[in-house]
C-alpha cells in the first residue's frame, strides 16, 4: 500500500480530522479504570493483577511504534491506520472473549498486547505527516491529532460505565461492553484511513519553510546522541507521574474521600475519570500551541516544576479539600498530555523531519517504561498499605512524594538538553541515501 498523496487542491486541515478519527478511537485506552472495578469483582483480581491488561498494552505500544516507526515512515499513513485499526479492535474482541470465558490471561494478551500493537502503530500513524503539513505549527498540528489520544477517554469512559450498568457489571456484561467497543471503533477509524493523504510537495505551505530545510538527523544516529536520551528520561518522567493517577483515577478518588462526609459514588468517579480525559485533551492542545511561542524547553519545565507543585499539594492537602484534589489531578493530567503533544515538535526541533516518525516512535519506548513504573508504584504501595490496615489518603501519599522526586530528575534532564552536534548531521535528505552509498565502500 503507497501513500495516498493529495490531489491539487487538497486542503492541508482535513488531514487533522483523519488522525483525529483513528485517535479518540485508541484513547480508550484511558478509559481502562472504568474496567478495573468490575473484572476485579468478577474475576476475583487485586488492583495490581487488574492493571495487567493496561501495563502490556503501554509497555506493547512503546515497542511497536518503536520497531514500526522506520515502517511507518516507509509505507505512510493509511497502511498504518489500517494496521491499528485491525490490531485494535481485535483486541478487543479477544477481551470479551476472555471476559466471557473467565480467562483473564486472554484479556491480557488481547487488550494489552495484541491491542497494545494498535496503540503504537495508531499513535505514529500521523505524526510526521502531520509535521510535513504544518511546516509552520508543528506544535499545533501534533496538538491536535494527538489531542484525539488523550481525549478518548471522554467517550470512552460514560459511555463504558453505561454499558457496564446495562449490561451487567459480571463477566458476560463486561465481554459484551469490549464486543460493541470493538466494533463500534472499527468503523469510527476507517474514517481516518479513507481520508489521511501526503502532501505533494516538501513546501505544502505559502511562504512556511521546506519542511527539509534546516538540521536534519537520521534516526539511527539520533538515538546514539544524548539530546535522545535526555528526552528520553524527560518523557519517561512526565509520563509515570501522569499516568499514576490516569490508570487507578476512579479508585483513587473513591479511596481519598471514603473516610470523609463527601464520599464518592462509582458514578461520580467515573465523571472524574471523563474530567481527567478533558484535561489530558485539553492540555494536548493548549500546552503544545503555547509551546510554539515559549518554546519547547520552557514549557517542558512547566510540565515537570509545576506539575511537582501539584504533587505535593496533593499529598500534603488533598483530602482534605475534594476542590484541590481534582484542580491538581486535572493540572498534572493537563501536563501529562501536553508533553506527549509537545515533544514530536521537540523532536523536529532537534533532529529535523528527515525521519521524526521514525525517531519519535523509538522515544516511545519511554511510554513503555512508564506505562509500568506508574501504575505498578501506585497500585504496589496502594495494595501494600491496605494490607498493613490503612485506608483513605494514606494508601497514596508514598506514591505521591515518589512521583515528586522523578518529576525532579525530569526537569534537570530537559536543563542537559542542548543543539545536536553537527557530526550527526546528514546531507540534504535527498541525497542522504546516496551519501550512506558512498560511505559504505570507505568504511569496507
Known sequence: MSPPVAPPGWSRWLVPPAALSVHLSIGQAYAWSVFKP???????????????????????????????????????????????????????????????????????????????????????????????????????????????????????????????????????????????????????????????????????????PSVLEGVQVSAASAVRTPQFWCLWLVLCMNVTAGIGILEKAAPMITDFFANSSAAVSASAAAGFVALLSAANMAGRIGWSSTSDLIGRKNIYRVYLGVGAVMYALIALFGDSSKP??????????????????????????????????????????????????????????????????????SLYTLSFVIMIGLLVVGFVANEFVRPVNARHHVPAPRKAADAGARQQPESA
Not at 489500517?82 to 477481551?95: E, I, W, Y
Not at 508533553?339 to 523532536?347: D, I, M, N, Q, R
Not at 511510554?367 to 494490607?387: C, E, F, M, R, Y
Open 38 to 208: 468490575p473484572l476485579e469483582s468478577a474475576l476475583n483480581l487485586d488492583g495490581t493483577e487488574s492493571a495487567l491488561p493496561f501495563q502490556f498494552a503501554i509497555v506493547m505500544l512503546g515497542l511497536s511504534a518503536a520497531f514500526g516507526g522506520t515502517l511507518v515512515e516507509r509505507k505512510g499513513p493509511r497502511w498504518a491506520m489500517t494496521v491499528a485499526l485491525v490490531c485494535f479492535c481485535s483486541g478487543l474482541l479477544l477481551s470479551a472473549l476472555g471476559a466471557e470465558t473467565k480467562q483473564f490471561w486472554l484479556v491480557i494478551v488481547g487488550y494489552g498486547v495484541v491491542g497494545g500493537i494498535g496503540l503504537g502503530i495508531g499513535y505514529i500513524s500521523p505524526v510526521s505527516t502531520l509535521i510535513k503539513w504544518f511546516p509552520d505549527r508543528p506544535g499545533m498540528a501534533t496538538g491536535i491529532a494527538i489531542m484525539g489520544f488523550g481525549g478518548g477517554a471522554l467517550i470512552a469512559s460514560p459511555w463504558s460505565a453505561q454499558m457496564l450498568s446495562s449490561f451487567g457489571s459480571d463477566n458476560s456484561g463486561i465481554a459484551l461492553t469490549f464486543l460493541v467497543l470493538g466494533a463500534s471503533y472499527a468503523v469510527f477509524m476507517s474514517l481516518g484511513v479513507l481520508l489521511v493523504r501526503v502532501p505533494r510537495t516538501q513546501k505544502p505551505v505559502k511562504d512556511a
Open 324 to 393: 484541590l484534589f481534582v484542580l491538581c489531578a486535572l493540572v498534572i493530567l493537563s501536563f501529562y498530555g501536553g508533553g506527549f503533544a509537545t515533544v514530536p515538535a521537540y523532536l523536529k526541533d532537534l533532529f529535523g523531519t528527515y525521519q521524526v516518525g521514525a525517531i519519535h516512535g523509538r522515544l516511545l519506548t519511554a511510554w513503555s517504561t512508564a506505562g509500568v513504573l506508574g501504575p505498578l508504584i501506585v497500585n504496589w504501595i496502594a495494595d501494600h498499605q491496605k494490607h498493613a490496615g490503612k485506608t483513605g489518603s
